[in-house]
């Protein structure tokens, strides 16, 4: 009897306007809602899912909950427009993850279907890995966050071929940023500008292991190494070779961020401490390419990149610098030599 009351009394909780859920799973018909700040919690209240606050409205996704700064690591549809308040995550009867709006049309959040099969999901549950997944009758996880990566990757994590990390636009925005790192079939794990991935003398990093062949994949274990693993698991290369589980230290994640440089974070056991950087891909700000946009160039200023306009070039929006520069065509003068129009910017050098 008691047993029945603590269940009854879960899940009115979980359901109640108001209040602030912590369930650990979901069942269909069971639901999340930004009005209830309702969310799902890792067994060890390490990792929440749910809906957090995104621009003016809301979106999906995992973020480290038991820490001062609520670091997002994974979001659904991440290039889709913000949601209402009035929405709800659904688990569905017939065993799809859903978001489901007052009016319109349901939006999928996790599809459970392969090669065009339906299977079904008869729960959901974050994992203390941070790995949201669906579950089947059996137990068996039918969809899983971790095959999904968005900008990072966690503990028992694995980047496998093709597999890609793209950078967000900015921290408060989890949008599909201006770089990514990818696993390419060759064994090597490459950073590029998204819009010159494999190009020639695009790739501002690697890891030079592109004669591993194909099967390579990029993991991170729970002491902070950050590592290449053939299709045999034999370790082909250490990337921070220096690693070192110090003691305190208990979550990682490397994320690429925001400026295109790839990281490696640790954070200790007192919640009330910040990120701490124990590894980067470049020391050098400046040096992802494409990180001033067209027309401008990147300069380092008091240990941090700022990008600058040329002669006779504006920002084009000067709150927003890393955009690129245009042309002052307030200074355009004319030459008539040989009978030909000359821009001033031509005639002095500058193209």
Not at 102 to 112: E, N, S, Y
Not at 277 to 287: A, G, I, K, L, P
Request: proline share 4%.
């Amino acid at each position: 009897m008691a047993f029945l009351v603590l269940v009854l009394l879960l899940n009115f909780v979980f359901n109640a306007t108001n209040a602030q859920s912590t369930s650990t799973i979901i069942k269909p018909g069971s639901f999340l809602s930004p009005i209830n700040n309702s969310y799902l919690l890792s067994p060890s209240g390490q990792f929440a899912f749910g809906f957090y606050r995104y621009k003016n409205g809301y979106s999906v996704g995992i973020w480290f909950e038991n820490i001062r700064q609520k670091t997002i690591v994974w979001t659904a549809n991440r290039d889709a427009s913000p949601f209402p308040s009035d929405v709800t995550l659904v688990l569905t009867t017939e065993g799809t993850l859903i978001v489901r709006p007052k009016q319109g049309q349901d939006v999928l959040i996790a599809d459970t279907s392969s090669d065009n099969v339906p299977r079904l999901a008869t729960s959901a549950s974050l994992l203390d890995s941070g790995n949201f997944v669906l579950l089947n009758s059996s137990g068996g996880i039918v969809w899983k966050s971790f095959d999904f990566p968005t900008d990072t990757i966690l503990p028992g994590q694995r980047l496998a071929v093709t597999g890609k990390l793209v950078s967000s636009v900015a921290e408060s925005d989890h949008g599909s940023g201006k770089f990514l790192i990818l696993m390419q079939s060759d064994g090597n794990l490459v950073q590029y500008p998204v819009g010159a991935v494999l190009e020639r003398g695009a790739a501002y990093w690697a890891t030079n292991t592109f004669n591993a062949g194909y099967g390579v994949s990029l993991n991170l274990d729970g002491n902070g190494h950050l590592y290449l693993l053939n299709d045999t698991g034999f370790n082909i290369k250490s990337i921070n070779t220096n690693y070192v589980n110090a003691s305190g230290k208990s979550v990682y994640r490397a994320t690429i961020d925001t400026d295109g440089i790839f990281r490696l974070y640790s954070h200790s056991s007192n919640r009330f401490n910040d990120w701490y950087t124990e590894w980067s891909s470049s020391n050098y700000r400046c040096d992802p390419l494409g990180f001033c946009g067209e027309n401008s160039y990147c300069v380092m200023m008091d240990g941090k990149p700022v990008c600058q306009c040329p002669p006779h070039f504006n920002f084009i929006n000067e709150k927003r610098k890393e955009l690129g520069c245009q042309k002052n065509y307030s200074l355009v003068a004319c030459d008539t030599r040989n009978g030909r129009t000359f821009d001033f910017l031509e005639v002095n050098g500058v193209s």
